[in-house]
Structures are given as structure tokens and as C-alpha cells.
């Protein structure tokens, strides 16, 4: 997918399966970024009340980003006829994955708020998750 988008900036292509898969390309770009972002900052701050800010500050961001990659990868598809193609149905599957994880690790953060244990515990799995959404995004981009 990333070689297509960059042949379609590369040729001056101006057809709208190129340009959707560009933008596509783009945003899911922007999601692994958003992933790091809040990556770096649970190794990097240690107050948790900053910690929470900083997160909750990027939250929307992965959402729409999710979103954004999830419906403009879907019209792609829709654009090929939903032709079964490996490479959608698991860029499909991964994107839901990580939005249903983000939601689940939204509630938890709730809960864990209320006590130092919960909230380091938290932390040590929003390392994980956010570790592995990145690795997911950057494997996605690879198909």
C-alpha cells in the first residue's frame, strides 16, 4: 500500500483511486504517530495527573485518525467492487481491533484513576498496548 501511494505523489497521478490511497496512506501515518506520541509520554512523565492530561489531550486525535483510516479504507475497497483481497480484510480486521482496545483501554483509565496501584498498573499496560498498536499500524502499512 505505502509503494502505491508513493508512486501515486511520484507520478502526478490524478485519478481518485490514487489520490484515496494517498490520503489513506497519509492518515494511517498520522496514527502511528498519535501512538507514539502517547507512547513517549508514558515512559516520559511521571505525574499522573500530567499523564492523564497528555493522554486524554491525544485521545480524540486516535479516534478521528481511526476513523479517517477505517472509512477511507473501506471506500477503497468499495472503489475495487469489495474484491476479497488478504490485505483489506486484514487491514479491516486490525483497524477494529485497535479501535475496540482504544475503548477498552478509555474505560480502564477511568477505573484507574482512583488508586496509585490501578494507575501504575494502567500505565504498564498502556505501554503494551500502545506498543503493539504501533507494530500493528506499521505491519498494516506494509500489506
Not at 123 to 128: G, L, Q, V
Amino acid at each position: 500500500m505505502l509503494e502505491m501511494s508513493l508512486q501515486a505523489l511520484n507520478t502526478q497521478d490524478s485519478s481518485v483511486m490514487a489520490q484515496s490511497l494517498l490520503v489513506h496512506a497519509f492518515f494511517a501515518a498520522l496514527l502511528a504517530l498519535a501512538f507514539m506520541i502517547n507512547l513517549y509520554t508514558l515512559f516520559k512523565e511521571k505525574n499522573f495527573i500530567q499523564l492523564n492530561k497528555k493522554i486524554y489531550l491525544v485521545m480524540p486525535a486516535i479516534y478521528i485518525l481511526l476513523s479517517i483510516a477505517l472509512l477511507s479504507g473501506v471506500f477503497i475497497w468499495a472503489m475495487q467492487q469489495f474484491e476479497f483481497s488478504f490485505s483489506a480484510v486484514a487491514m479491516l480486521l486490525g483497524l477494529l481491533l485497535m479501535l475496540i482496545a482504544e475503548i477498552k483501554r478509555h474505560k480502564s483509565v477511568k477505573f484507574a484513576i482512583t488508586k496509585k496501584e490501578r494507575m501504575e498498573a494502567y500505565i504498564k499496560k498502556a505501554k503494551i498496548l500502545y506498543f503493539l498498536e504501533t507494530i500493528l499500524i506499521v505491519v498494516l502499512m506494509g500489506l
